[in-house]
Each structure stands twice: as structure tokens, then as C-alpha cells.
């Protein structure tokens, strides 16, 4: 069940940040109470048992959105649960009065560009060095929220059931 992001739930966070993204400087405690501090849409997902497996955050200013962060456990990954966290944050740059989103995913990543192409996202350019201390380079992509619709993507065969979607079974984490 996805579920707006409380302060307790940043240990969990944390950690999960911690396994997804090695290689560069995951998120500290003080950055997602920064976030939460400023107003900024997150939330998470628990999984059977309770635990936090996936979680997003999107910030919003005056017509535009930014991807801050999507993160899915690697025993959810390939469950669908990106997508639906991913439409959620869109749900919300909609409800907000966003024309168009932007985020930034490391150029390595195929499954998750591959999921924000599948969403209409193209890339703008190149962040050289973006990502510290790995150096890697990241995309910076963008999405016109009037272009978007997940009633589009259903007609494209993917179907929307919470995180249960099974059109792929690639990895969902995004950075």
C-alpha cells in the first residue's frame, strides 16, 4: 500500500538508500527531513510484512515538478511497484498545477530510462560527473504532463492494478 512518508519511516530509508545506491552518496538522514520539512510529496510502500520496499519524492514549484527520488527494494523490483510509485508522483505534479516534470537518472540505468521513456519522458541533455563520488554522467529528462496519461498506457497494454503490474520484470530502481 502506498503511503505518505512520516518521519519514522527515515531509518528504513535510509538503509534501503544505503543498498540501492552505493556507488554515489545516498541520502542522509537530514535530506529526507528536509524534505518533509519543506511540504515536498513522499511517500513510500510497505510490503507484506510491513517493511518499507519502495519508496519516491517529488518536489513542486510554481508549473513544474522534479523526480527527487524512486527507489524500489530488489525483491520488489520487476513487480511493477516503480510504475505505480512513479504514477503516483505524477498524480500529484498533476493535482499540484505542474505542465511538465523533470528528473535526472543515471545514464547506466537502462530499466529505469526505459520506464520514463515508456511514461513519455525524452531526454534534454547530459550532467556530466552528476552523480558523486562515482562520477557517473546522468540524463536529464522531461515529461509534459499534457502529454501524459496513464489511461494512454493502458491502451499500449499495460495495465494499472496498484504495484501488481506484470508487463516487465526489469529492475525499478531510478536514480
Not at 563520488?133 to 496513464?150: C, F, K, Q, R
Request: hydrophobic residues 40%; without cysteine; aromatic residues 10%.
Amino acid at each position: 500500500m502506498l503511503e505518505p512518508l512520516r518521519w519514522w519511516d527515515i531509518p528504513a530509508l535510509v538503509q534501503l538508500e544505503a543498498r540501492l545506491f552505493p556507488e554515489d552518496s545516498p541520502w542522509t538522514p537530514a535530506m529526507f527531513w528536509s524534505e518533509l520539512a519543506a511540504g515536498h510529496h513522499y511517500l513510500i510502500h510497505r510490503g507484506a510484512h510491513g517493511q518499507v520496499d519502495g519508496y519516491a519524492g517529488l518536489a513542486r514549484q510554481f508549473d513544474e515538478a522534479e523526480v527527487q527520488t524512486i527507489g524500489v527494494d530488489p525483491a520488489a523490483q520487476g513487480t511493477g511497484l516503480g510504475r505505480a510509485l512513479l504514477h503516483d508522483l505524477l498524480g500529484a505534479a498533476v493535482a499540484g498545477g505542474a505542465a511538465r516534470v523533470f528528473l535526472d537518472v543515471r545514464t547506466d540505468n537502462v530499466p529505469a530510462r526505459t520506464l520514463y521513456e515508456t511514461e513519455g519522458f525524452t531526454v534534454m541533455g547530459v550532467r556530466r560527473r552528476y552523480y558523486e563520488p562515482s562520477g557517473a554522467d546522468a540524463y536529464g529528462m522531461v515529461l509534459e504532463l499534457a502529454d501524459w496519461t496513464p489511461q494512454v498506457h493502458r491502451q499500449q497494454g499495460h495495465r494499472q492494478q496498484g504495484h501488481r503490474q506484470q508487463e516487465d520484470r526489469r529492475p525499478e530502481q531510478a536514480r
